[in-house]
């Protein structure tokens, strides 16, 4: 009988697992069937260092084999170079500081694939119809932006609204189309990348909330295999030992039991850190938006070629940087005065409270630019907002450098000489983690108003990454606490979806549908909205009968809004049924759990009654 | 119960080659040769029988920090000895890599914690995996005291010790494993 029961407990647990987990079988991974066609190949080669062909096909044969395995092993040298980095960051300081370079990698894919395309479909044949440049070149244009770069393609307003053809009678490229399908398609795209990778992400890493087990999972999953440096595995093995001596001194101490005022002392204690929180993030705000519309009467009296207007134009996105950069520090300080319960709670709010200000500055920059500036009287307010973005990445650039230079390398030195119980830096992971989706939010915004940005990104985050690398090896010391990155990824991921890119996304549609361009500059001059390009393309396809299908889907499925309340009320109903499921699951599994404890329940009382009858 | 049994070895498969998997075989198979060029040929068509000994894979840069590198070699060697056959090496770095399934690496990882082989990991097991953790700096009180701790949250059919199934259904709360078993190479 205790077999029987024993099977039917296992029977149980195996359903359990099914509804929990949806694979139970052992998968093979696929690369082991190519196992045999590798040794084959590896003997071959060796065959074929030895003999020489001895007819023409096996010739041809050999050289082309060789000349795909060279290309293919250039290809893997570069990712060889890139993985060896990584491999000796994870070596030494584990997954979580090695997730932040991986993010970083990631958001660089985002920007080269930006450029690439920019540059293909606009700049190039940009290129091709441009007119000459008659300013000067200082040096100066490097940070300001403005002067001789003001001709040139790394704006909106020098691109022309013709029709390029370099041949008489030959193919021709329209400026508009290509302007708006480019940017168009480059955000379909990332859209759809964004959402795919989130998807992953969520349902690997999603926990059950119920029942998690820290002290096990703690032990037996978190050995950081990755870790190969001597003196690292030892600094983990010793955190660990920490870690486990406090655990079991937190169970030995008395659970805290709050009378009712110093519960109500707690959260006024919250209530007025908030306060005090959002109250910094809308002076900020006022600040920024203040300044800017200084910024403005500046442009409209015309800028002068003198240092002090050069330098006047610089004072905005400095001041912006400035306070991206000290106020995340109070908030960090309010966190602490705040005493939380569990550091976990610590570190969201903290990450929570600087997203609120990074994304309302953005927002009150995006609203200064695309209400006032866009309305002004200026000449190609397309232009200025391009300068605008350009010098806050530029800018934000260098602090980035900068507080990599004097958080990390100059509080080693006071950390090791002159105030010892500091020691090391740790890599703070969260702060470089949103440095980066802020910088990113930029270049997204800044797309449609400067085609080269991306590029210029591009670089920045290549310099970042090495410098980030060689000031990490050189100046910081492991994390000492467990930080739960696959957690923290997902929340990043989710937070560069969804207030990042989904706000982008709303500006670029409010850009294209409903902003005047300026008449004077770039490819849209003269139309009422960037979208009635498109409008107009789609009513001259309208006179061919072959592309008569595309007017038709342009007008009732694009542009019209009953199709799309239909899509959404599908998508409404789809999510609805996935979510009855995962209730209707949530059930099951609960329901088993408790028949599982009712039968070995069952089963102890039992044993215990034969062996006392015994 | 070795799942390596079941690949089929006399696949005329048409499938393409996808190239990572294969310049990870390549590259393992130069980093197993190179452990000791006289004894690996580069000729594999007539299957020889070259078993490397422990002692070189324990050199290994990736594994001789890791506290759990015999075990490792133990669970992955053909007669459980840590001597590897290519086979097995590559069997241990492809279950290591990024691309194996959760699946798999639960199976294993349960395998190279459960020390004396009787698939379950009782309270031994967890206090040698529990020292080698904290380079035996724990007193004995303290070694037992976590270990009952860990069979406590984990042991859901309560019999004292943890089973395959319980192991995985721990996996589940901790989305980190995926990342952090994992040796690149």
Known sequence: MCTGVKLYLQHLLWFLDSITTHTIILVTPALLFHRNKVLKEITNKARQRGDRPSCCTQCLQGASFRRFGNTLSERFQQLRVWQKILKVIGAEFGTSVLSYFVFLTWLLNFNIFSFLINFSFIIIPQFLAAEPNNLSFTGLELFTGAGYFQQTVLYYGFYTNATISKIENGPSYNMQLGYIFTVGIYFLICFLILLFSMAKFFSRNFIQPQKFSGNASKLLCTWDFNITNEKAVKLKQKNLHTQIKEDLAEENKEVLNFSAMERVCRIATHLLAWVVSLGTAVAACAGVYFLSINNLELFMKGYSNDLEGQGAMLVLPVIVSLLNTLIPFFFSWLGHMEKFQTPGQHLYITITRNIILKMSIVGILCYYWLNIVATSESQCWETLVGQDIYRLVLVDFIFCLLGSFFGEFLRRIIGTTVCLNLGLPEFDIARNVLDLIYAQTLTWIGILFSPMLPGIQMIAFFIVFFVKKVSLMRNCQPPRKVWRTSQMMTSFILLLFCPSFLGVLSLLFFHTLRLKPSEGCGPFRGLPAMFSAVTEWVKSLESYTASKWVAWIYRNLIASELFFFILCTFLLVVIYLYWEIIQAKKTMAKGLRQQIENVSLAFSCIFCIIWLLC | ?185
């Open chain 2, 1 to 185: 119960m070795r799942w390596k049994s079941k690949t089929p070895c006399s696949q005329k498969s048409e499938e393409p080659i996808q190239p990572t998997s294969l310049s990870l075989f390549l590259r393992l198979f130069y980093r197993y040769r190179d452990l000791a060029p006289q004894l690996v040929p580069l000729d594999y068509s007539d299957n020889p029988a070259v078993t490397l000994p422990y002692e070189l894979i324990g050199s290994m840069p990736e594994l001789k920090d890791n506290p759990f590198r015999q075990r490792i070699a133990e669970v992955f060697s053909e007669h459980g000895d840590g001597n590897m056959t290519l086979d097995d090496f590559l069997d241990m770095f492809s279950v290591l890599s990024e691309m194996a399934p959760r699946d798999l690496k639960a199976y294993y990882a349960f395998k190279i914690y459960d020390f004396n082989n009787d698939d379950y990991i009782c309270k031994s097991d967890l206090e040698k995996t529990v020292n080698k953790l904290t380079r035996n700096e724990l007193t004995p009180e303290e070694v037992s005291l976590v270990c009952e701790k860990v069979i406590y949250e984990a042991d859901v059919d309560n019999d004292g010790k943890l089973s395959l199934a319980d192991f995985q259904r721990m996996i589940i709360r901790a989305p980190d494993f995926l990342s952090t078993f994992h040796i690149r190479i």
